[in-house]
């Protein structure tokens, strides 16, 4: 009777789980096909109130639409503010990193963490170009990006369609490391020992 009772109850976890697989972040996926085929105000549609809501992979995507100007007028500003919102949301739960087998959690929210680096990657890429409405600042693009590479802990970022037939988008962690590495030469050896010393910096308070 507690072998079947064992079995009864894996098959229902992965029942669960295979569900999950399915659409573990309702209107993402048709949201990136739409971007894929540049149909860039149906996928807003879909994007935005859910940015609004707080949903991370919507938040990161609408700062992408802002940055380049997809189905919006391009405002830097505008990218940063919704960049920082999913940026800042990192949380220590399996669902958030991708694992599904044995784990559950909000719908809307499965690789969250990963979006968050994504953000915090573009975020310091930006930083450290600098753009028309924006000014260099090496220093807050080394903060970020030393998220990025710290928490992804040497592994590659998914940054789109992770469960779909989409082809999926990956932040290299080769990436990572050239963009870090080309920060550090704007900086002197005096502000990167400041910067690593430094402990305290808060990302929500910026």
């Known amino acids: 009777m507690k072998l079947i009772s064992l079995s ?3 098959s229902i976890v992965l029942l669960q789980g295979a569900c999950s697989v399915f659409n573990p972040n309702p209107g993402e996926t048709e949201a990136d ?13 879909i994007i935005e109130p859910l940015a609004k809501q ?5 938040q990161l995507r609408l700062g992408i639409a802002y940055e380049y100007g997809q189905g919006k007028k391009a405002d830097t500003s ?40 994504v953000a915090q990657y573009l975020m310091a890429r930006l ?3 600098g ?3 924006l000014k260099k600042n090496p220093e807050l693009a080394w903060r970020w990006i ?13 940054f789109c369609c992770e469960n779909s037939r989409l082809k999926k988008q990956l932040i290299t962690a080769e990436r990572l490391q050239s963009l870090k590495m080309s920060i ?10 400041v910067l690593e010393s430094d402990k305290n910096w808060n990302p929500e308070q910026e």
């Open 8 to 10: 009864l109850l894996l």
């Open 33 to 45: 096909t739409f971007i894929q085929q540049k149909k860039y105000e149906e996928a807003l549609a």
């Open 54 to 58: 707080g949903i991370p992979w919507a």
């Open 78 to 117: 505008q990218a940063l503010q919704w960049y920082r919102r999913a940026a800042t949301k990192l949380v220590d739960l399996p669902w958030a990193d991708g694992v599904q087998l044995l784990s559950a959690g909000e719908k809307g929210f499965f690789y969250q963490n990963h979006d968050a680096r």
């Open 127 to 129: 930083y450290a170009d």
């Open 131 to 133: 753009a028309p409405d």
């Open 146 to 158: 030393q998220r990025a590479t710290t928490g992804s802990e040497g592994k590659d970022l998914v």
């Open 184 to 193: 550090e030469k704007q900086l002197t050896p005096q502000q990167l020992e």
